[in-house]
């Protein structure tokens, strides 16, 4: 069974930094495209960043570019979420997702139904 536990968040101060981690329980993570996503309450769940499959290719929305980096290991089958800068703004829960792209070389996917797999999610509050 395939498990995204997220782990990380919590409160911090505007301008400061958290790393959000994503462990998964995937035998074939190094050939899945991984993101993440955030929503707040009474709004939909908003894309933040992806990473493909190999790594080497990355997609962000535009409010985090330059802010928010995505990295992954795949010895660890962990993929991270490196959050500087924070605003208040970025206050919601981040979600990290996952799905299969061994056939889709480079390819970030940026949208929700794109992932078969979801994390619980994680807690991040940025106080002004």
């Known amino acids: 069974q395939v498990q995204l536990v997220e782990s990380g968040g919590g409160l911090v101060q505007a301008g400061g930094s958290l790393r959000l981690s994503c462990a998964a329980s995937i035998p074939t993570f190094s050939t899945h495209a991984m993101g993440w996503f955030r929503q707040v309450p009474g709004k939909e769940r908003e894309f933040v960043v992806a990473?493909?499959?190999?790594?080497?290719?990355?997609g962000y929305a535009d409010f985090v570019k330059g802010r928010f980096t995505i990295s992954r290991d795949n010895a660890k089958n962990t993929v991270y979420l490196q959050m500087n800068s924070l605003k208040p703004d970025d206050t919601a829960v981040y979600y990290c997702?996952?799905?299969?792209?061994?056939?889709?070389?480079?390819?970030?996917?940026?949208?929700?139904?794109?992932?078969?797999?979801w994390g619980q999610g994680t807690q991040v509050t940025v106080s002004p």
């Open positions: 990473v493909s499959w190999r790594g080497d290719n990355t």
């Open positions: 997702a996952a799905r299969g792209a061994r056939y889709f070389g480079s390819s970030v996917f940026l949208q929700e139904y794109e992932y078969d797999h």
